[in-house]
T-cell receptor
Framework: KNQVEQSPQSLIILEGKNCTLQCNYTVSPFSNLRWYKQDTGRGPVSLTIMTFSENTKSNGRYTATLDADTKQSSLHITASQLSDSASYICVVSEGGSYIPTFGRGTSLIVHP | DAGVTQSPTHLIKTRGQQVTLRCSPK?????VSWYQQALGQGPQFIFQYYEEEERQRGNFPDRFSGHQFPNYSSELNVNALLLGDSALYLC????????????FGPGTRLTVT
């Protein structure tokens, strides 16, 4: 069964600090991996998308890494801002399937 | 360029009733997927529509049905509502080629009492 596990479940950091969120998956065959940011009660917004051949992708202060051999990904947030407070969801798509597998998300709270 | 839109924003229904949720995809997108997201959980795939046909379906009962119109907009219907159907319902659109990147709408919050 395809699974996506995210850690930590929740994280509290001070404004200006960096943090790293983790994603482990068992989806096979692998097609692509996406990180989304979801504000409370809103739809997810795409941050990065990576295919098998990519191991790093940046979007402003967000940098995602992918290790397809170990089936792990991370999302690094630099110089956090209050507006970064949200849930960050890792989504992995299986080759040949239209059904992506979502992680439960990491809830990030940034305090001033 | 309008993104994905959904209506209504919020909805309150009683157990046993039926509900219809609507979605307009991002301009140029031809594929619509529906998701159910319970509080504190990740979205769960309900089904996907392409060329007005249900292309793939997740693990949801037949009470959940949908439709896609020629203009690619879509509806999600839920019959015989249960308390457990209370959730945020998300619509996502994509283009049926390339990396299938999905763009999500703001969601419809359904509360069943």
């Amino acid at each position: 069964k395809n699974q996506v596990e995210q850690s930590p479940q929740s994280l509290i950091i001070l404004e200006g600090k960096n943090c790293t969120l983790q994603c482990n998956y068992t989806v096979s065959p692998f097609s692509n991996l996406r990180w989304y940011k979801q504000d409370t009660g809103r739809g997810p917004v795409s941050l990065t998308i990576m295919t098998f051949s990519e191991n790093t992708k940046s979007n402003g202060r967000y940098t995602a890494t992918l290790d397809a051999d170990t089936k792990q990904s991370s999302l690094h947030i630099t110089a956090s801002q209050l507006s970064d407070s949200a849930s960050y969801i890792c989504v992995v798509s299986e080759g040949g399937s239209y059904i992506p597998t979502f992680g439960r998300g990491t809830s990030l709270i940034v305090h001033p | 360029d309008a993104g994905v839109t959904q209506s209504p924003t919020h909805l309150i229904k009683t157990r046993g009733q039926q509900v219809t949720l609507r979605c307009s995809p991002k301009s140029g997108h031809d594929t619509v997927s529906w998701y159910q997201q319970a509080l504190g959980q990740g979205p769960q795939f309900i089904f996907q529509y392409y060329e007005e046909e249900e292309r793939q379906r997740g693990n949801f009962p037949d009470r959940f049905s949908g439709h896609q119109f020629p203009n690619y907009s879509s509806e999600l219907n839920v019959n015989a509502l249960l308390l457990g159907d209370s959730a945020l319902y998300l619509c996502a659109s994509s283009l049926d080629r390339g990396n299938y990147e999905q763009y999500f709408g703001p969601g419809t919050r359904l509360t069943v009492t």
